[in-house]
């Protein structure tokens, strides 16, 4: 079992950043992979990034590539993701999940484990 809280979310200018972080609880988060997913009003929740269980692989939808970093630290059970250069249509709540198995999956109804989300609104 993993629990999962997200924090970091709030309102910053486009162009400006943010850094959300995840905190996990378990001993074996090590053993799951974690992507961070979105979802916008109206919208269906979309992937942002992933990274591997042992963080040596990332991964990340052609929308925020290049302005969004995702990192993990396992003696902490920590997931952040460091958002740069922030426009008004990353204006969502920020979700962090968790699963085992396959790294990057993009489908939300492929993992067990969700936070609550946090909320991030970019202003024009």
């Known amino acids: 079992q993993v629990q999962l809280v997200e924090s970091g979310g709030g309102l910053v200018q486009a162009g400006g950043s943010l850094r959300l972080s995840c905190a996990a609880s378990g001993r074996t988060f090590s053993m799951y992979n974690t992507v961070w997913f979105r979802q916008a009003p109206g919208k269906e929740r979309e992937f942002v990034a992933a990274i591997s269980r042992s963080g040596t692989s990332t991964y990340y939808a052609d929308s925020v590539k290049g302005r969004f970093t995702v990192s993990r630290d396992n003696a902490k059970n920590m997931v952040y993701l460091q958002m740069n250069s922030l426009k008004p249509e990353d204006t969502a709540v920020y979700y962090c999940?968790?699963?085992?198995?396959?790294?990057?999956?993009?489908?939300?109804?492929?993992?067990?484990?969700w936070g609550q989300g946090t909320q991030v609104t970019v202003s024009s």
């Open positions: 999940a968790a699963r085992q198995g396959i790294v990057a999956v993009t489908t939300p109804n492929q993992y067990n484990y």
